[in-house]
């Protein structure tokens, strides 16, 4: 089955504790995105990556590092979390070219005490 | 910058109804422009695409709409049911960026 996976989807931390949230397609797709959803605020874009060793910053990088060694894994690292990073994170794949949307992971809920 | 509106934010309507949900633009060079659906804590199930191109697209009872022009897209859903209660999201792919700008959805209640 086509899909986006992402790991964890619950996780609860302290404050400074270094985690990584894990994502995986398996449908070779070339571009891939990290999103955070908050109340109010809906989608925004962390970071986002072309291909393989190549990523850029979203709106809100700040606080997150990501890498993209493979075509099919973009992993979201947050180096010291904080409390304001508390969110629902979903990751995202396309393929290039108007003829193409986005599939989206199930999300990973954090918690950052 | 690209904003991507979302009017109304709420939406109850009783069911069998036939419904309008509005997604605004203000970049006009859009790609293409995607209609999601999302459940409470769920994920973002992709409902409809339609690219730059094109005036509409259609899949069972949702018909959705582009105007680049004016920078409108609106999602039509026929004869509602209690399971289309979800948030529906617009998402707009803007020209010469890698971004994906979303609104901030419309909250609907299909009431039985």
């Known amino acids: 089955e086509a899909q986006v996976t992402q790991n964890p989807r619950y996780l609860i931390t302290v404050t400074g504790k270094k985690l990584t949230v894990t994502c995986s397609q398996n449908m070779n797709h070339e571009y891939m995105s990290w999103y955070r959803q908050d109340p109010g605020l809906g989608l925004r874009q962390i970071y986002y990556s072309m291909n393989v060793e190549v990523t850029d910053k979203g709106d809100v990088p700040e606080g997150y590092k990501v890498s993209r060694k493979e075509k099919r894994n973009f992993p979201l690292i947050l180096e010291s979390p904080s409390p304001n990073q508390t969110s629902l994170y979903f990751c995202?794949?396309?393929?290039?070219?108007?003829?193409?949307?986005?599939?989206f992971g199930s999300g990973t809920r954090l918690t950052v005490v | 910058k690209q904003e991507v509106t979302q009017i109304p934010a709420a939406l109850s309507v009783p069911e069998g109804e036939n419904l309008v949900l509005n997604c605004s633009f203000t970049?006009?060079?859009?790609?293409?422009l995607q209609w999601f659906r999302q459940d409470p804590g769920k994920g973002l199930t992709s409902l409809l695409l339609?690219?730059?191109?094109?005036r509409e697209q259609t899949s069972g009872r949702l018909n959705a709409s582009l105007d680049k022009s004016s920078g409108r897209s609106t999602l039509y859903i026929a004869a509602s049911q209690p399971g289309d209660s979800a948030t529906y999201l617009c998402a707009a792919g803007t020209s010469g960026t890698y971004k994906y700008i979303f609104g901030t959805g419309t909250r609907l209640k299909v009431l039985a």
């Open positions: 339609i690219q730059s191109s094109q």
């Open positions: 995202a794949s396309r393929k290039p070219g108007q003829g193409f949307g986005y599939t």
């Open positions: 970049d006009s060079a859009i790609y293409n």
